[in-house]
Antibody, heavy 122, light 114 residues
Framework: EVQLVESGGGVVRPGGSLRLSCAAS????????MSWVRQAPGKGLEWVSG????????GYADSVKGRFTISRDNAKNSLYLQMNSLRAEDTALYHC???????????????WGQGTMVTVSS | DIVMTQTPLSLSVTPGQPASISCKSS???????????LYWYLQKPGQPPQLLIY???NRFSGVPDRFSGSGSGTDFTLKISRVEAEDVGVYYC???????????FGQGTKLEIK
């Protein structure tokens, strides 16, 4: 069974940092691009960042560019999101998602994890 | 960025009746490779979104055939031929044509059962 399990969320003060992790299982991890998509409480979906199969290509939403860094470790079947300089507006449930193919861009989001909650508050 | 606009934002449907959701993009989603990069997702209450339709009209694995997608260019529609109780939730359209990637979603359409 394909599974994506996120961890690392929590409560952090504005300006602080968090590192999210996503453990993948049930599929060949390095065959697929991956992304993080977030959902603020009661709001819609916002793509945050994505990475291709080997980490050679990454992309970021303008709202997080320069503050967040996506990475992956194919040997550990894991995806990461390093979040620095956090703001109140970053408060959201962060989902790890598997792309339909190996690339970044022009892909569907086939499989979604349950998400990990990040709360930025003083 | 491409703006995705869904209508209506909510609808209430009697079980067994059809439902239709519109999604309009601010730019054409038809690429020179011949594909149109428009997708539909359903987020059931308390669950993450799930892919329903990819590239306008292709049902994802396991999606019932009462769901269908259509459209071209900038105008797209998701139809449910006969709504069932398990179809409640929020439906989102999404585009993925842009490079560098700028995936964007519609605002969401909440479907409830009468």
């Amino acid at each position: 069974e394909v599974q994506l399990v996120e961890s690392g969320g929590g409560v952090v003060r504005p300006g602080g940092s968090l590192r999210l992790s996503c453990a993948a299982s049930g599929f060949t991890f390095d065959d697929y691009g991956m992304s993080w998509v977030r959902q603020a409480p009661g709001k819609g979906l916002e793509w945050v960042s994505g990475i291709n199969w080997n980490g050679g290509s990454t992309g970021y939403a303008d709202s997080v560019k320069g503050r967040f860094t996506i990475s992956r470790d194919n040997a550990k079947n894991s995806l990461y999101l390093q979040m620095n300089s956090l703001r109140a507006e970053d408060t959201a449930l962060y989902h790890c998602v598997q792309h339909s193919g190996y690339d970044l861009g022009r892909e569907a989001f086939d499989i979604w994890g349950q998400g990990t909650m990040v709360t930025v508050s003083s | 960025d491409i703006v995705m606009t869904q209508t209506p934002l909510s609808l209430s449907v009697t079980p067994g009746q059809p439902a239709s959701i519109s999604c309009k993009s601010s730019q054409s989603l038809l690429h020179s490779d011949g594909k149109t990069y428009l997708y539909w997702y359903l987020q059931k209450p308390g669950q993450p979104p799930q892919l329903l339709i990819y590239e306008v009209s292709n049902r994802f694995s396991g999606v019932p055939d009462r769901f269908s997608g259509s459209g071209s260019g900038t105008d797209f529609t998701l139809k449910i031929s006969r709504v069932e109780a398990e179809d409640v939730g929020v439906y989102y359209c999404m585009q993925s044509i842009q490079l560098p990637p700028r995936y964007t979603f519609g605002q969401g359409t909440k479907l409830e059962i009468k």
